[in-house]
């Protein structure tokens, strides 16, 4: 037997400053006097991993040992967001901690803001990975999560004359305390070359001669539990040229060209794609893709399976979950491992791929889909594009079968679609192979079933399902409010942390004149954290003790941030005309957080728009600051955690059918702010749970949009017939916000919006208004309004993350939890 691991060290002040001080002398080689801030945050954050690593350990000795079924969540994306806050709480050292650093002299939260957040993702899929994984632990599920140590995050965002610019993200490079490479368990990864025939080979085999090859080397990063015992791991990989490589290049006197040949190969994890919902195919992306997947499956096979393990068994002992289509190329590349390298029959090895995989979708939106030219896939992945060939030809045949003489059918539904080119449908190619299909919320999941995979559903009824998302309460309540957590607690216990359901013991205090209070004042000190971190940060002024409504979330024209911004501007437009007293506004900040996807034009033109209005809004003075916009450059994890519990009200505005689920409207919902939302997403249920009275709903429900724009939507009517929406529209045409500029920006957003506009905002536009005008109203009445903020607080339980994991675990994987105390 192995030899244990270390106790976990004495959890007490004196401990964990004799493993501070440890770390900054022996594992920084500085005393404390010359130790520089990132030293000492280095100092801290290995301090708190020490407490954590036996933990760690013991999780993978039992995992070895119990061979228990684990859940392998495979997601080009991680979006973690700051470690040291969350390995705190997780130890349940933040007390401790604190108090350590401060007898030396230190505040502690001087140095949590030395970390830069790992921003491995883009947006809402990268972010629900996190959280997953981070339930997954908490939840003692047996899990690894497989993804991209990419060198560059998502970009960071600065504004120039309120245009967006783009800086790359090197969030490494003062290093990161939290990962451990492992060398030793490099993977290979093969690309090129081409295939040959194997006549030895079982039934389907065929030799492939890749004619390149990368090495993937892993990072492991903890994934602690709630305060259970467990730590998880997550695997990131990262691409490096074969230290060979070069020597081969050297050998032939070709300096330059194995310089080149390296940066070639690293270049493979070295940037997050930033395009979010609308893939480029580009063939870098490819490689990312496969390079993860490939790493990822040999990873498990040869090193967590024991050396003897019957192939046959491993649906019992995994499931690969694949995050959207981004890792579907694991499909092929299991059957080529089963097939060309360990000799299956075909039929053998298709049994066991099929019972190994599911498969999540995030999306409606048809651009988002993703699919690979051919000739790419062939060039890059020759085996794996033959593989799917004939994944498609048997499929092919078992819906003829199915659907005799449907060639329309066949056509609708094969993996290679022929038009515009040849090229293969991922989405189509998941769900053939997955045992179970689902989407993220309920109406999402309908709608997959009745219109994007449609023909499938007919075929395969039960293997659609739905798992409605959720987020963690550890990070976006406990952490990122405190002073909520403190008032919960109070008032029920903190059993919700971890079981967050019960929340509904706050629903008798809705009504509780003093807790109404304590819970306004709660609110009130979280806006004034935002304000003095938004001066701070970028130096910008909240409109006195206002209402904050908040927009956060990727610039899309599908979430219609346009929308919000006629909002704004026909409140302006109002006031400055004398249409509405100035006296009867509602003092509000409008709080935008968004990126653009760097080469969506449209999209950086409405954020320039947007910049221009707030320009112009915050500089008059006639407005006696009733109105504010506040956007913020550079929206992530670290700002959403200060942002969310300041907000009053959340906007959900996007058109109806197009929001897969949505997370922040969860997020905001849990932290006190009433949503202002369309029928659409996951705020269909938020909206069920926390009563109609609770929430503000407004505009075309998606049959009505779907109608609307089978009939023919004309954006020229909507604008004709509201003299509101005329005034608002062209006082943006008119320059007023630009200086008398009335091209560029100003023209483009102009037609889009009156011209054609696939999210049909103006049609939206009448009910959104007379809404926003409730919302006014409701605000006004400052007891009935944190009445209905208590309740969503007490009725949103159900979107913690940890109720999403029980559902795959119920619906999906049945994989079970394991005691690690047991
Ligand atoms: C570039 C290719 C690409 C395509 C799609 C990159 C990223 C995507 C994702 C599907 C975009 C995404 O993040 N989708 C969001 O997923 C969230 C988690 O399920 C949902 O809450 C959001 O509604 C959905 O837009």
Not at 443 to 467: C, G, I, R, Y
Request: net charge negative; with cysteine.
């Amino acid at each position: 037997e192995n030899t244990p691991p270390l106790a976990v060290p004495e959890h007490s002040v004196e401990s964990f400053t004799r493993a501070f001080l440890r770390e900054l002398n022996y594992g920084r080689g500085v005393d404390l006097d010359r130790a520089s801030a990132n030293d000492k945050y280095y100092a801290l954050s290995r301090a708190v991993r020490h407490y954590l690593t036996t933990r760690w350990l013991e999780t993978l000795r039992n995992q070895y040992r119990d061979q228990a079924k684990t859940v392998a969540y495979l997601s080009a994306e991680f979006l973690l967001g700051p470690q040291l806050e969350n390995a705190l709480l997780a130890a349940d050292l933040e007390d401790i901690a604190r108090e350590s650093l401060a007898n030396l002299g230190l505040d502690i939260d001087e140095l949590q803001a030395v970390e830069e957040e790992p921003g491995l993702g883009n947006g809402g899929l990268g972010r629900l990975a996190a959280c997953f994984i981070d339930s997954l632990a908490t939840m003692n599920v047996p899990t690894v999560g497989y993804g991209i140590r990419y060198e560059y995050g998502i970009f960071k965002q600065t504004f120039v004359d309120g245009k967006q610019v783009e800086k790359p993200d090197h969030w490494l490079h003062l290093g990161s305390p939290w990962e451990l490479p492992h060398p030793e368990y490099s993977v290979d990864v093969h690309f090129g070359g081409h295939t040959e025939d194997k006549p030895d080979g079982s039934d389907g085999a065929r030799t492939w001669i890749p004619s390149w090859r990368v090495t993937a080397k892993p990072y492991n990063y903890m994934v602690p539990g709630y305060r259970n015992g467990r730590v998880n791991t997550l695997r990131l990989w990262s691409a490096r040229a074969r230290h060979d490589f070069d020597l081969r290049e050297f050998n032939a006197g070709e300096y330059t060209e194995a310089v080149r040949a390296r940066t070639f190969a690293e270049n493979i994890s070295k940037v997050l794609y930033p395009e979010d919902s609308t893939p480029q195919g580009k063939e870098l992306r490819l490689q990312q893709q496969y390079f993860f997947v490939a790493a990822s499956l040999h990873d498990f096979i040869e090193h967590v399976l024991p050396r003897d393990y019957d192939l046959k068994n491993l649906p019992d002992r995994i499931i690969w979950q694949l995050n959207d289509t981004h890792p579907v190329i694991a499909v092929p590349e299991l059957m080529r491992i089963l097939v060309d390298d360990k000799g299956w029959d075909w039929a053998d090895a298709w049994a066991v791929t099929q019972k190994s995989f599911a498969y999540t979708c995030h999306t409606l939106l048809p651009e988002a889909l993703e699919v690979w030219p051919v000739d790419l896939m062939g060039k890059l992945l020759p085996r794996h594009l033959e593989i799917i060939y004939r994944i498609n030809e048997e499929f092919l045949e078992e819906v003829r079968a199915a659907f005799p003489g449907d060639e329309l059918r066949v056509r609708r539904m094969s993996i290679i679609a022929e038009q515009p080119g040849r090229a293969v449908r991922m989405a189509h190619l998941a769900t053939v192979a997955g045992f179970k299909v689902n989407g993220v919320a309920e109406l999402h999941s309908e709608l997959l079933k009745d219109k994007v995979l449609n023909d499938f559903a007919q075929m395969w009824p039960e293997k659609f399902t739905n798992v409605t998302n959720g987020v963690t309460p550890r990070r976006f309540i406990r952490l990122a409010n405190p002073a909520l957590s403190e008032l919960i607690t109070a008032a029920i216990g903190d059993g919700w942390i971890t079981d967050l359901e019960q929340l509904r013991g706050l629903e008798p205090l809705a009504d509780d004149a003093e807790f109404r209070h304590a819970f306004r004042e709660v609110k009130g000190a979280n806006k004034r954290r935002l304000a003095k971190v938004l001066m701070d940060r970028d130096g910008i002024e909240l409109a006195g003790d206002g209402m904050v409504d908040a927009m956060v979330k990727r610039l899309h024209e599908y979430k219609r941030q346009s929308l919000k911004l006629l909002h704004i501007v026909s409140l302006y437009e109002g006031i400055k005309s004398g249409r509405i007293p100035l006296e009867s506004v509602t003092p509000r900040t409008f709080v935008f957080g968004a990126k653009a996807a760097p080469g969506y034009v449209r999209a950086k033109e409405t954020i320039e728009l947007i910049n221009a209005v707030g320009r112009t809004i915050n500089a008059d003075a006639s407005l006696k600051g009733r109105l504010k916009v506040a956007f913020p450059p550079n929206y992530n994890v670290t700002l959403a955690e200060v942002l969310i519990p300041a907000a009053d009200l959340s906007e959900q505005i996007s058109l109806a059918g197009k929001e897969a689920s949505g997370t922040g409207n969860m997020k905001f919902a849990l932290n006190g702010a009433l949503t202002i939302g369309t029928d659409d997403g996951a705020n269909v249920e938020i909206r069920k749970l926390v009563g109609d009275e609770n929430f503000f709903l407004f505009g075309m429900t998606e049959p009505e949009a779907s109608s609307l724009e089978s009939r023919g939507y004309d954006p020229g009517e909507y604008y004709e017939s509201d003299p509101e929406l005329k005034a608002a529209l062209n006082l943006i045409a008119s320059g007023h916000f630009t200086d008398g500029e009335r091209g560029g920006a100003v023209a483009s957003i102009f037609a889009s919006l009156t011209e054609r506009d696939r999210f049909m905002a103006l049609a939206d536009f009448r009910s959104y208004m007379d809404t926003q005008k409730k919302v006014e109203a409701a605000y006004l009445d400052h007891e009935s309004w944190s009445r209905s903020a208590i309740l969503n607080v007490a009725r949103s339980g159900y979107f913690s993350s940890d109720r999403s994991i029980q559902d795959y675990l119920d619906r999906i994987w049945g994989a079970k939890p394991i005691d690690q105390n047991a």
